[in-house]
C-alpha cells in the first residue's frame, strides 16, 4: 500500500497550530518626519555638516566659558606681543603660541581665537534672526497670496518683485550710515546688529514668499482642501491646518540654505564698514583690517577666511541633505 504523499508528523503539525494561534505582528507605520529622518541619517556627509553646524552653535553660546578657558578678553591689547618696529606679531605664524592658540593681531595684539570665538556670535546671532524674520513674513504673505489668488496675489507678486529687485546692499549701507548710536534703548553694536536683522530679513521675504506662493498654488485645489472647505471650514482654519502643515518641508529647506547666504552677507557689510561697530568682533570686520597688513601677517587674513568658510560649507551640506531627505523624489 503505498503511503500517503503528505504525512504531517504530530510535532509539525502543533507547531502550526501554535504559530496559527499566536498573534500576527502588527505592522508599524512611519511617519513622513521619520522617513525623512532614516534618509538623513544615511547621508554622511549632511550628518557631518551637521555636527559642525551644532558645535558652532555651542561655541556662540558659550564663549565666554571657552574664552575664560583658552583665551584673553577680545578687546584687550598686548603691545609685548608685537614688534615695536615693524607692527607684526612677534614669532613665526602670526604670534601663534600655547598662550594664543591663532596668534595675536598685528600693531595692537589682540587675542585673534578669542575675536574668531566672539565673532561667531555675531554672524550666527545676525544670520539665524534674519532667517526666522524672512521665513515668517514671506510664509504668511506668500500663502495668502497662494490661497486668496486675484488681486490680492498680483499685488503681493508685484512687491515681490520689486523687492528683488532693490539694490540691498546699497540700502543697507546708506541705511546704517545714517543710524543714530541710541535707539529704542540700545547702543553701539546692538543698534548695528538690529539694523542688519531687519535689513537682511525684510529683503530675504520674498525669496521664501515666492516659494510658499507657488507651493500653495498646487496645494489649495487638493482634495483635502476642498473636503474643508465643504464641510464648512473658515479660510484661517484651512490655512492653519491644512496648508501650513504641508508647507513646513519646503520652509525648513530653504531656511536652512538662507542661513549661510545671511553669514556671507553681514560679513561683507562688516567688511565694507556697514556692520558692527569697533571693538566688537566680526569675522568680516577681522577680513577689513587684515587687507593692510595681509603681506607681513597672511595668517591674519587666513584665519577668519576659513572660519566664514567652513561655517558656510557646513550649513550648505547639511541644508542639501535636509532638502534630498525631505524629497521623496530625490535618488540620494
Given at each position: 500500500m503505498t503511503a500517503p504523499l503528505h504525512d504531517t508528523s504530530a510535532a509539525e503539525t502543533a507547531a502550526v497550530d501554535v504559530a496559527a494561534a499566536a498573534p500576527a505582528k502588527a505592522i508599524e507605520g512611519r511617519s513622513p518626519w521619520q522617513i525623512a529622518w532614516i534618509r538623513l541619517k544615511r547621508d554622511k556627509l549632511a550628518l557631518t555638516g551637521g555636527v559642525v553646524v551644532l558645535l558652532l552653535v555651542l561655541v556662540a553660546i558659550l564663549a565666554p566659558v571657552i574664552v575664560g578657558l583658552l583665551g584673553h578678553p577680545p578687546n584687550e591689547f598686548h603691545e609685548?606681543?608685537?614688534?615695536?618696529?615693524?607692527?607684526?606679531?612677534?614669532?613665526?605664524?602670526?604670534?601663534?603660541?600655547?598662550?594664543?592658540?591663532?596668534?595675536?593681531?598685528?600693531?595692537?595684539?589682540r587675542d585673534v581665537f578669542s575675536r574668531i570665538v566672539y565673532g561667531a556670535q555675531v554672524s550666527l546671532l545676525v544670520a539665524f534672526l534674519a532667517a526666522v524674520f524672512a521665513v515668517a513674513l514671506g510664509t504668511v504673505l506668500g500663502?495668502?497670496?497662494?490661497?486668496?489668488?486675484?488681486?490680492?496675489?498680483?499685488?503681493?507678486?508685484?512687491?515681490?518683485?520689486?523687492?528683488?529687485?532693490?539694490?540691498?546692499?546699497?540700502?543697507?549701507?546708506?541705511?546704517?550710515?545714517?543710524?543714530p548710536n541710541e535707539l529704542l534703548g540700545l547702543s553701539g553694536s546692538g543698534v548695528r546688529i538690529v539694523a542688519l536683522v531687519v535689513v537682511i530679513g525684510f529683503f530675504g521675504w520674498p525669496y521664501v514668499?515666492?516659494?510658499v506662493r507657488g507651493q500653495t498654488l498646487s496645494l489649495r485645489n487638493r482634495e483635502y482642501v476642498e473636503a474643508a472647505q465643504s464641510l464648512g471650514a473658515g479660510r484661517l482654519y484651512i490655512l492653519r491646518r491644512e496648508l501650513l502643515p504641508n508647507l513646513i518641508a519646503p520652509i525648513m529647506v530653504y531656511a536652512t540654505l538662507m542661513i549661510p547666504t545671511n553669514i556671507l552677507t553681514e560679513a561683507a557689510l562688516s567688511f565694507l564698514g556697514a556692520g558692527v561697530k569697533p571693538p566688537t568682533a566680526s569675522w568680516g570686520q577681522m577680513l577689513s583690517t587684515a587687507i593692510t597688513t595681509y603681506e607681513a601677517d597672511p595668517l591674519f587674513m587666513v584665519i577668519p577666511g576659513l572660519a566664514i568658510f567652513i561655517t558656510v560649507l557646513a550649513f550648505n551640506l547639511f541644508g542639501d541633505g535636509v532638502r534630498d531627505a525631505l524629497d521623496p523624489k530625490s535618488s540620494r
Open positions: 609685548d606681543q608685537i614688534d615695536p618696529l615693524f607692527g607684526t606679531p612677534i614669532g613665526s605664524y602670526g604670534g601663534i603660541s600655547s598662550d594664543f592658540l591663532l596668534g595675536v593681531e598685528p600693531v595692537n595684539g500663502i495668502i497670496a497662494g490661497y486668496f489668488g486675484g488681486w490680492v496675489d498680483a499685488a503681493l507678486s508685484r512687491i515681490m518683485d520689486v523687492m528683488l529687485a532693490f539694490p540691498q546692499l546699497l540700502f543697507t549701507i546708506a541705511l546704517v550710515s545714517v543710524l514668499g515666492r516659494i
